[in-house]
């Protein structure tokens, strides 16, 4: 039996965020005086009294929608309502009930959900004893709380998993987490829609109209993944206070709770500035990587083009030349498909583990083929190396003297480990340490270093 989810609903500006951060217990959605800051499902998991479920934050319903945006945010937040077991109806004490409410509980009466009313911003006595009103909405269970301040929200969670079906234990299994980056309009969230098969994430022209890091657990016959779909990542000069820098924040994070990143490229725009500096970003937090090129459906191409655009991205990201190139369209759904799998296999690659014997044969091997530098007449020597970690694989070179290691060397030295191991997808660590006395791997005789 899959984990129970409840859905927190209600109009636009009541804190379902804040209450939403609150009992998960970290700043995952936004929270500002700004109606409609939540625009997609934003899912967590919670425990509460040894049960573990799913709650799910969404925007404001407003049955009047004035724009296909608003109408959009609507719709995910009814799209939560269909997937919950139990959805707690937020309103605001300090307001009382308004007809905006009345409407809100009349949907959820056809949707025959058992319904949990949350009076928010019950933040005094007086408030508390005047929340009795909301009970006219006829949705039963009815529970004051100050999400702002954390009264009553223990008493809430009684009632969530008094209501709840039990879920049967399951065996755990590590879920693949990738994270879905590039700058605002690129395609992220509709590849994410194209991923599910359902429009999880909205779908907008307006470029950043994503603005949480959305996690949605995959089934997928390769195992579970975690797909995060994040707000385009912006330069900084261009980073806006309040929600936008928030965003921005996330979608970084999102990267460093990732274990490979799709950066999505847009086909028609080409390669950008702001591209490669996510993609250093990438690499320097040691993430595995593909590069995603969306919208290909919209490139006139001859027999030659995929080749050609591919000599262009690898041109132009030769820092990061180990990451494959991935053409799809979201739109189409064309190579879409490809996506996940490719991703479980470059994980496995970053979680690879090389037996030190064969390490070091090839080492052996490499130092025959291209001996190591000297400089003012002495020679490096590297005298073994070693596995030191995963995550991304790091590779420990002990060494006569460290200061003698040139950087063209390391590169050298990297390549022959990608030409035997493959390694696809993810980057290398190597680092050099000092060894006074050990046998030199190549050397005649046996010869100890001086």
């Not at 806006?240 to 990732?258: F, I, K, N, T, W």
């Not at 990297?414 to 046998?439: M, S, W, Y």
Request: with cysteine; proline share 6%; hydrophobic share 40%.
């Amino acid at each position: 039996m899959a984990r129970p989810l409840v859905a927190i609903v209600g109009r636009p500006n009541v804190g379902k965020s804040t209450f939403f951060n609150r009992v998960v217990g970290r700043q995952l959605a936004i929270t500002e005086v700004e109606p409609g800051t939540t625009r997609d499902r934003l899912y967590a998991e919670a425990e509460w009294a040894g049960v573990t479920f799913t709650l799910v934050d969404t925007g404001g319903l407003e049955t009047g929608a004035t724009t296909d945006l608003v109408a959009k945010v609507c719709d995910q937040a009814l799209q939560a309502v269909s997937e919950a077991d139990l959805v707690l109806f937020m309103v605001d004490g300090k307001d009382g009930l308004v007809p905006a409410d009345q409407e809100v509980a009349q949907i959820l009466r056809q949707t025959n959900k058992p319904v949990i009313t949350v009076v928010n911003k019950a933040d005094n006595p007086e408030r508390r004893l005047q929340a009795v009103e909301f009970y006219r909405l006829g949705l039963g269970e009815l529970e004051p709380v100050s999400a702002l301040q954390g009264t009553g929200i223990g008493d809430v969670l009684d009632l969530v998993v008094q209501r709840l079906p039990r879920p049967e234990p399951e065996e755990e299994t590590a879920a693949l987490r990738l994270a879905i980056v590039g700058h605002p309009n690129v395609g992220k969230s509709s590849l994410l829609n194209a991923l599910l098969g359902e429009e999880r994430a909205i779908v907008s022209e307006a470029p950043g109209t994503t603005r949480d890091a959305l996690d949605t657990l995959l089934d997928t016959l390769w195992g579970p993944a975690v797909i995060i779909d994040t707000a385009g990542i912006r330069r900084r000069g261009r980073v806006e206070p309040g929600v936008e820098r928030y965003s921005v924040m996330r979608a970084l994070r999102a990267v460093d709770r990732a274990e490979v990143v799709a950066l999505v490229l847009d086909a028609q725009e080409g390669v950008t500035a702001q591209d490669t500096h996510i993609a250093g970003y990438v690499r320097d937090q040691g993430r595995g990587m593909i590069l995603v090129v969306n919208k290909w459906d919209l490139v006139d191409k001859t027999a030659h083009t995929s080749a050609e655009y591919e000599k262009l991205i690898q041109a132009e990201f030769n820092f990061v030349d180990y990451a494959p190139v991935l053409f799809l369209s979201a739109k189409t759904g064309q190579r879409v498909k490809r996506l996940v799998p490719l991703a479980f296999e470059i994980r496995a690659e970053w979680t690879r583990r090389v037996p030190t014997g064969v390490l070091n044969q090839v080492l052996a091997e490499a130092l025959e083929k291209h001996a190591p530098p000297s400089d003012r007449g002495k020679a490096l020597r590297i005298y073994y190396v070693t596995q030191a970690g995963v995550e991304p694989p790091t590779f420990v070179f002990f060494v006569n003297d460290v200061s003698l290691v040139h950087f063209s060397y390391q590169w050298y030295l990297e390549n022959q480990l990608r030409d035997a191991f493959g390694f696809r997808g993810t980057p290398l660590r190597l680092a050099f340490r000092p060894r006074r006395v050990a046998k030199v791997l190549g050397s005649k005789g046996g010869r100890k270093p001086p």
